[in-house]
């Protein structure tokens, strides 16, 4: 599986981005999903997963709330709807792909990851 993500881009705090990652390949709806980001300088973190079908997700505490991931099978495609967005949320976002477990939060799990796409968010 190989995927692209988009949709990143220069916003002010307390605007709002979707990003997308279009997955190649048919298994798509077999593969959960997740988002991470990475500051400068930081290690990359959990920011969201979701499960194959969509009906379950889950958030780190810094982005709960204000971020939501969602999915469309039918599109090969996973989202993040990001709103009231932090200078604390710029980062390089990176969806992720796993084909070890059904529904993972470990960064470790993760194994199909896409090229990232820049968010910054100016104060």
């Known amino acids: 599986v190989q995927l692209q993500a988009s949709g990143g881009g220069l916003v002010q705090a307390g605007d709002s981005l979707r990003l997308s990652c279009a997955a190649s390949g048919r298994t798509f709806d077999r593969i959960p999903m997740g988002w991470f980001r990475q500051a400068p300088g930081m290690q990359r973190e959990f920011v969201a997963a979701?499960?194959?079908?969509?009906?379950?997700?889950y958030y780190a505490d810094s982005v709960k709330g204000r971020f939501t991931i969602s999915r469309d099978n039918a599109k090969n495609t996973v989202f993040l709807q990001m709103n009231s967005l932090k200078p604390e949320d710029t980062a390089v976002y990176y969806c992720?792909?796993?084909?070890?477990?059904?529904?993972?939060?470990?960064?470790?799990?993760?194994?199909?990851w896409g090229q990232g796409t820049q968010v910054t968010v100016s104060s």
């Open positions: 979701i499960n194959l079908s969509g009906g379950s997700t």
């Open positions: 992720a792909g796993s084909s070890r477990v059904l529904f993972a939060t470990d960064i470790r799990d993760y194994d199909y």
